[in-house]
């Protein structure tokens, strides 16, 4: 094995796919705007910022999951679950404020709603940083509790 440290070696596993997201929300952006004509209101410097963040948080996610379980079809159906209950509680779909209250209470640990909220907020109403500020910074202590769950967790298994 090559003389890498653990955070080169999960740097080097995440970073080709925190790019790809990148570049997909961009395609996405450019297609929604091009032939759905999607309104970009707020900025999209401030917008990638707050993506590459919550790409952290997914990535970090994901390579949590990938640690816990033993093949891929496992980590496959872990996935699949957490997704889905990110996605129905993120306010994507349903208000978050048409929710139950304590389902309201308990969305507050989905980072999927916090990027969801940034995104109305920066795509539809315009808003700036001052705005975005409390989900950003939620986002950025997740990125960072994740990540590092995560490569403890992946330590731990290597050893």
Do not use: C
Request: glycine share 6%.
């Amino acid at each position: 094995m090559t003389p890498l440290t653990r955070g080169q070696f999960i740097a080097a596993k995440l970073l080709p796919f925190w790019v790809l997201g990148m570049l997909d929300l961009g395609i996405g952006l450019t297609v929604g705007w091009l032939i759905f004509d999607i309104p970009v209101r707020g900025s999209l410097l401030l917008l990638f910022g707050s993506a590459a963040v919550y790409l952290v948080v997914a990535l970090a996610i994901g390579l949590w999951i990938s640690t816990m379980v033993d093949t891929q079809q496992q980590a496959m159906f872990v996935t699949f679950f957490i997704l889905n209950i990110y996605l129905l509680m993120s306010g994507l779909f349903t208000p978050i404020d048409s929710m139950a209250p304590w389902v309201q209470t308990v969305s507050l640990l989905n980072p999927v709603r916090h990027f969801v909220t940034i995104s109305r907020a920066l795509l539809v109403k315009g808003a700036g940083l001052a705005q975005i500020a409390e989900p950003l910074a939620i986002l950025a202590v997740f990125a960072v509790v994740t990540l590092t769950l995560a490569i403890r967790q992946y330590s731990k298994r290597i050893a």
